[in-house]
Nanobody, 125 residues
Framework: VQLVESGGGLVQAGGSLRLSCAVS????????IGWFRQAPGQVREFVAA????????LYAHAVRGRVIISRDNVRSMMYLQMNSLKPEDTAVYYC???????????????????WGKGTSVFVYS
């Protein structure tokens, strides 16, 4: 399983970024997927997750209302649209997929099984 993130960068507070993640070697369309982030000196934390059919979404409180997770099951891609960015959003962002189907999205709050290498987002004020 390979996950490759892209779209990170340097952005001024209040700006937007769209992160992308290409997934291969995984039956993507049958699994929930998620985004996580790790700020400097902090533990990795949950950002957002979406069910296999795209109908159920879950967001961390810190980003709710500012980010949108989406997926394209035909292209095996996932996305994270981030708006109204704040300096505290500065982190390395990781996409992830689990190795089991089903369950509730809250089950993945602690993490998933396969990870990308991350893409860096730096928000300056």
């Amino acid at each position: 399983v390979q996950l490759v993130e892209s779209g990170g960068g340097l952005v001024q507070a209040g700006g937007s970024l769209r992160l992308s993640c290409a997934v291969s070697g995984h039956t993507f369309e049958h699994y929930a997927i998620g985004w996580f982030r790790q700020a400097p000196g902090q533990v990795r934390e949950f950002v957002a997750a979406i069910s296999s059919d795209g109908e159920t979404l879950l967001y961390a409180h810190a980003v709710r209302g500012r980010v949108i997770i989406s997926r394209d099951n035909v292209r095996s891609m996932m996305y994270l649209q981030m708006n109204s960015l704040k300096p505290e959003d500065t982190a390395v962002y990781y996409c992830a997929v689990p190795d089991r189907q089903g369950g509730d999205l809250v089950d993945y709050y602690g993490g998933m099984d396969y990870w990308g290498k991350g893409t860096s987002v730096f928000v300056y004020s």
